[in-house]
C-alpha cells in the first residue's frame, strides 16, 4: 500500500469540522406509501389530456388518479394541489410531440433562439401542498420521436442549437414550482425533451425509488435538478442519462438541507452542484453513491457569472467506476464571466473509492480565497492524475484502489 501525502500538491490546512446532522434534510423521511385512488382511467387509443386533467381536477385532496394498463397519449397537464398521479405497473403515459401545445406564446416552443423560455412543462405542480407522481409505470417524454410539423426531434432540435450556440425551445418533462411536501416514488421517466424532474423553490421534496433512463447523446437531460429548494431527499434511484445525472442548484435561491441516499447512477455528467450557485449551496449529505462510466463522479462547478458559496457538503461512502474525472471542483466553469464571486469551502469526501485512472481535478479562482477540501479513507487507481490550483486540501489517499463498485447502498470502499 502506498500512502501519497497532499502536501507537496497543495497547502494543508486546518478545515471547519462538518457535522453531518446539519448536512442533511431535517424532515423525518420514510419510504413513500402510495395515497389511495380516487379513480381509475383506462386508456382510450387517442388524446386522454382532458380525461386525465379533469379527472385529477375533481379528486378529493390526499388521492390519487390511477392509470391502468396500456398506453395514455396526453398534451401538458397540470397536478393540482393535494391530488396526486398513480401509473401503475403496464401504464405508460406518453408527452404529445406537438410544440404548439406547449407554447407560452409567440410560437417559439420547438425552435432556436437565445432563450430557451419557450415552452411548459408536461407535467406541472405550482402552488401545491402534499401532491406527487407515484406507481411502476412509465412516463415517456418522446424526446427521440418527431416533433409535429417538422422532420426532426426534440433532440435533434438540442444538438442543431448546440452547433449554432444557441439554445433550444424543449419542453421539461416534470416542473414543480413554489410548493410543498411534493413526493415522486417508484416512477420510471424516459426521453425527456429537456431535464427530466425539476423542483424550484420548494420546500419539502421526496424522490425515491424510481428510475431516469435516456441515452448519451440526449443533451440537456438533466435527471433531477432541486434548485432554490429546501428539505430534500432523493433516495434509492437509478439513473442514466445524458447530462447531469442529479444537479443541486440555487438559480434564485438558496439550496439547502440536502439528502442524497443510495443512489447509482450509469453514465451521464455524475453527482453535480452547480454551476448556477448564485444564492448558494449548503448542508448537503450525499451518502452510499455508486457511479459507473460517467464524465465526472463528485462535481461541483461555478464561475464568476453564476457564482456562490458552496459550503458544507459530506461525500462518504462513495464508488465510482470508469469517470473521467471522479472528483472535479472547478469555481471556473466554462470561462464564463460575470461579478458573481464563487467559494467552495468545507467540503469532506470520506470512504471514497475510484477505479479506473481519471484525473482529480481541484481548481480555485484565485489563492486569497482557496477552495476547501478534507479527505478521509480516500482510495483511487495507481495512475491517476491531478491538476490542483488555489486549493488547500487536508488529508492523505492511498493508491490502491481495486475490486469494483457494488450496488448502490453497498458501495465497496
Same mark, same amino acid.
Given at each position: 500500500?502506498?500512502?501519497?501525502?497532499?502536501?507537496?500538491?497543495?497547502?494543508?490546512?486546518?478545515?471547519?469540522?462538518?457535522?453531518?446532522?446539519?448536512?442533511?434534510?431535517?424532515?423525518?423521511?420514510?419510504?413513500?406509501?402510495?395515497?389511495?385512488?380516487?379513480?381509475?382511467?383506462?386508456?382510450?387509443?387517442?388524446?386522454?389530456?382532458?380525461?386525465?386533467?379533469?379527472?385529477?381536477?375533481?379528486?378529493?385532496?390526499?388521492?390519487?388518479?390511477?392509470?391502468?394498463?396500456?398506453?395514455?397519449?396526453?398534451?401538458?397537464?397540470?397536478?393540482?394541489?393535494?391530488?396526486?398521479?398513480?401509473?401503475?405497473?403496464?401504464?405508460?403515459?406518453?408527452?404529445?410531440?406537438?410544440?404548439?401545445?406547449?407554447?407560452?406564446?409567440?410560437?417559439?416552443?420547438?425552435?432556436?433562439?437565445?432563450?430557451?423560455?419557450?415552452?411548459?412543462?408536461?407535467?406541472?405542480?405550482?402552488?401545491?401542498?402534499?401532491?406527487?407522481?407515484?406507481?411502476?409505470?412509465?412516463?415517456?417524454?418522446?424526446?427521440?420521436?418527431?416533433?409535429?410539423?417538422?422532420?426532426?426531434?426534440?433532440?435533434?432540435?438540442?444538438?442543431?442549437?448546440?452547433?449554432?450556440?444557441?439554445?433550444?425551445?424543449?419542453?421539461?418533462?416534470?416542473?414543480?414550482?413554489?410548493?410543498?411536501?411534493?413526493?415522486?416514488?417508484?416512477?420510471?421517466?424516459?426521453?425527456?425533451?429537456?431535464?427530466?424532474?425539476?423542483?424550484?423553490?420548494?420546500?419539502?421534496?421526496?424522490?425515491?425509488?424510481?428510475?431516469?433512463?435516456?441515452?448519451?447523446?440526449?443533451?440537456?437531460?438533466?435527471?433531477?435538478?432541486?434548485?432554490?429548494?429546501?428539505? %430534500? #431527499?432523493?433516495?434509492?434511484?437509478? !439513473? *442514466?442519462? +445524458?447530462?447531469?445525472?442529479?444537479?443541486?442548484? =440555487?438559480?434564485?435561491?438558496? /439550496?439547502?438541507?440536502?439528502?442524497?441516499?443510495?443512489?447509482?447512477?450509469?453514465?451521464?455528467?455524475?453527482?453535480?452542484?452547480?454551476?448556477?450557485?448564485?444564492?448558494?449551496?449548503?448542508?448537503?449529505?450525499?451518502?452510499?453513491?455508486?457511479?459507473?462510466?460517467?464524465?465526472?463522479?463528485?462535481?461541483?462547478?461555478?464561475?464568476?457569472?453564476?457564482?456562490?458559496?458552496?459550503?458544507?457538503?459530506?461525500?462518504?461512502?462513495?464508488?465510482?467506476?470508469?469517470?473521467?474525472?471522479?472528483?472535479?471542483?472547478?469555481?471556473?466553469?466554462?470561462?464564463?464571466?460575470?461579478?458573481?464571486?464563487?467559494?467552495?469551502?468545507?467540503?469532506?469526501?470520506?470512504?471514497?473509492?475510484?477505479?479506473?485512472?481519471?484525473?482529480?481535478?481541484?481548481?480555485?479562482?484565485?489563492?486569497?480565497?482557496?477552495?476547501? %477540501? #478534507?479527505?478521509?479513507?480516500?482510495? !483511487? *487507481?495507481? +495512475?491517476?492524475?491531478?491538476?490542483?490550483?488555489? =486549493?488547500?486540501?487536508?488529508? /492523505?489517499?492511498?493508491?490502491?484502489?481495486?475490486?469494483?463498485?457494488?450496488?448502490?447502498?453497498?458501495?465497496?470502499?
Amino acid at each position: 500500500m502506498q500512502l501519497q501525502s497532499l502536501s507537496f500538491l497543495a497547502t494543508i490546512a486546518v478545515l471547519v469540522l462538518v457535522h453531518d446532522v446539519a448536512a442533511r434534510d431535517l424532515r423525518n423521511v420514510t419510504e413513500p406509501k402510495i395515497p389511495p385512488v380516487c379513480t381509475t382511467l383506462k386508456m382510450s387509443g387517442k388524446d386522454d389530456t382532458k380525461t386525465i386533467q379533469k379527472a385529477l381536477d375533481s379528486c378529493a385532496n390526499g388521492k390519487a388518479v390511477a392509470l391502468s394498463s396500456g398506453i395514455f397519449y396526453s398534451g401538458p397537464l397540470t397536478i393540482p394541489s393535494g391530488a396526486s398521479l398513480l401509473v401503475k405497473e403496464g401504464a405508460t403515459l406518453k408527452a404529445s410531440t406537438d410544440p404548439k401545445l406547449y407554447d407560452l406564446g409567440g410560437n417559439k416552443c420547438g425552435t432556436i433562439d437565445e432563450l430557451g423560455l419557450g415552452c411548459k412543462p408536461f407535467i406541472t405542480m405550482h402552488g401545491a401542498k402534499g401532491s406527487g407522481i407515484y406507481g411502476k409505470g412509465t412516463i415517456d417524454g418522446r424526446g427521440d420521436t418527431r416533433m409535429v410539423g417538422s422532420n426532426i426531434t426534440w433532440w435533434h432540435l438540442a444538438r442543431n442549437a448546440l452547433g449554432v450556440h444557441k439554445l433550444q425551445n424543449n419542453p421539461r418533462l416534470i416542473q414543480i414550482n413554489n410548493s410543498m411536501d411534493i413526493t415522486i416514488y417508484q416512477i420510471t421517466l424516459t426521453k425527456s425533451p429537456f431535464y427530466h424532474l425539476v423542483a424550484h423553490e420548494t420546500n419539502g421534496f421526496t424522490v425515491w425509488g424510481i428510475t431516469i433512463i435516456s441515452p448519451s447523446y440526449a443533451l440537456n437531460s438533466d435527471g433531477i435538478d432541486p434548485v432554490g429548494t429546501q428539505n %430534500v #431527499t432523493i433516495a434509492h434511484c437509478n !439513473i *442514466t442519462t +445524458g447530462d447531469d445525472d442529479i444537479a443541486i442548484k =440555487a438559480l434564485t435561491a438558496p /439550496t439547502k438541507h440536502v439528502s442524497v441516499l443510495n443512489n447509482h447512477f450509469h453514465g451521464g455528467v455524475g453527482m453535480s452542484i452547480g454551476s448556477e450557485t448564485n444564492h448558494g449551496v449548503s448542508d448537503v449529505l450525499i451518502s452510499g453513491l455508486t457511479i459507473n462510466t460517467t464524465y465526472n463522479g463528485l462535481y461541483i462547478k461555478t464561475n464568476t457569472l453564476r457564482g456562490g458559496l458552496v459550503t458544507n457538503i459530506t461525500y462518504e461512502n462513495i464508488c465510482v467506476h470508469n469517470a473521467g474525472s471522479p472528483i472535479q471542483l472547478d469555481e471556473d466553469y466554462y470561462h464564463y464571466h460575470g461579478n458573481n464571486t464563487p467559494a467552495i469551502r468545507n467540503i469532506t469526501i470520506r470512504n471514497f473509492k475510484a477505479l479506473g485512472n481519471g484525473t482529480f481535478t481541484f481548481h480555485g479562482l484565485n489563492a486569497s480565497d482557496p477552495i476547501q %477540501v #478534507t479527505l478521509e479513507n480516500v482510495h !483511487i *487507481t495507481e +495512475g491517476s492524475k491531478f491538476s490542483i490550483r488555489n =486549493a488547500k486540501i487536508s488529508g /492523505t489517499w492511498n493508491k490502491d484502489a481495486r475490486g469494483r463498485c457494488a450496488f448502490a447502498g453497498n458501495p465497496v470502499v
